[in-house]
């Protein structure tokens, strides 16, 4: 039989669980991060010999781009995070090497898929970070600077603002209340991002000196600084608002070319503003992002 005067010390945490129940785990107070990673943006992306499977230089920069990743996501340790979501989104969406990732991450790869590089994003999601964004089609300075489609479309806007995909990934992360703290690229990119969304945080990798070159830093210099910009930006999340677009949101996209516009016209949802350009207002970024998956993705000749 215990002490008596050992009593209360006894009872006293019994009723405080009674009460209030166990204390919550790291993994319940813990913040969940998004994380959307393109690779025209990873540090000594110059060309097609970097961006794709049949460049000679692809192989190695997959590998940057995961360990970039992988800086990010210790950044977002640094600051409280514990519960992850990798949007693969770049290309085929199949770059990051996932066996490199930690085991607690959730990972989405290949297309289409709604809500396109955003894929995964929810409203229990505390922030998003973007790693390797850059320019929009309108930059004229930008490393590899396009939106969407390099090779067909000329522009984006929403209720009349012109998009970049660090915007336009912005306004997805806002409907769900979700803000953007912090994005790693070069410096047009990134700057190019904070005059619409505000003043996140920046690791720039690489300054733009053209459409293909660039000053970079040395790939192992970038993934401190990138580890730095998440944390930093994660810590000062509270500061950092969703950027939200009032709805309904009126979308414009012009293309390179006027067939697109044309055919895209017949549907009764889609207005013709010019020989390239069309309009569609949806309800919400949900919607409008739908449409954009739409228009990037289908051709009559899809099959499995």
């Known amino acids: 039989m215990p002490d008596s005067r050992l009593l209360p010390a006894l009872v006293a945490p019994a009723l405080i669980f009674i009460l209030i129940g166990p204390a919550p785990s790291s993994a319940q107070t813990g913040l969940k991060v998004h994380i959307s990673a393109d690779m025209e943006g990873i540090t000594g992306v110059v060309t097609d010999a970097q961006l794709g499977p049949s460049g000679f230089e692809y192989q190695r920069f997959r590998e940057q781009m995961t360990r ?33 990732l930690p085991d607690d991450a959730a990972i989405v790869r290949s297309w289409p898929r709604a809500l396109g590089m955003m894929a995964g994003i929810d409203e229990t999601v505390d922030a998003a970070v973007y790693v390797g964004y850059h320019a929009s089609t309108t930059s004229p300075a930008g490393v590899r600077a396009h939106t969407l489609s390099s090779a067909t479309l000329a522009g984006v806007s929403l209720n009349g603002v012109a998009m970049s995909e660090g915007t336009l990934n912005a306004a997805i992360a806002g409907h769900f209340g979700v803000p953007v703290v912090a994005m790693t690229g070069d410096d047009v990119a990134i700057e190019e991002v904070r005059a619409v969304i505000g003043d996140i945080e920046g690791a720039v990798v690489k300054q733009a000196l053209g459409f293909h070159s660039a000053l970079t830093l040395h790939p192992t210099a970038a993934l401190s600084r990138i580890r730095e910009a998440v944390r930093d930006g994660l810590t000062r999340r509270a500061a950092l608002p969703p950027y939200r677009v009032e709805a309904p949101i009126t979308l414009e996209v012009r293309f390179k070319n006027y067939l697109p516009a044309e ?36 051709e009559p000749g899809l099959a499995p």
Do not use: C, K, W
């Open 263 to 298: 055919v895209l016209a017949y549907l009764p949802i889609v207005e013709r503003v010019d020989a390239h350009a069309v309009r569609f207002v949806g309800r919400d970024m949900t919607e409008v992002s739908r449409f954009l998956t739409f228009v990037t993705n289908y």
């Open 68 to 100: 970039e990743v992988l800086a990010a996501i210790q950044g977002a340790r640094d600051a409280g995070a514990t519960r992850f979501v990798i949007a693969d989104s770049h290309g085929n969406g199949q770059n990051l090497l996932i066996e490199q």
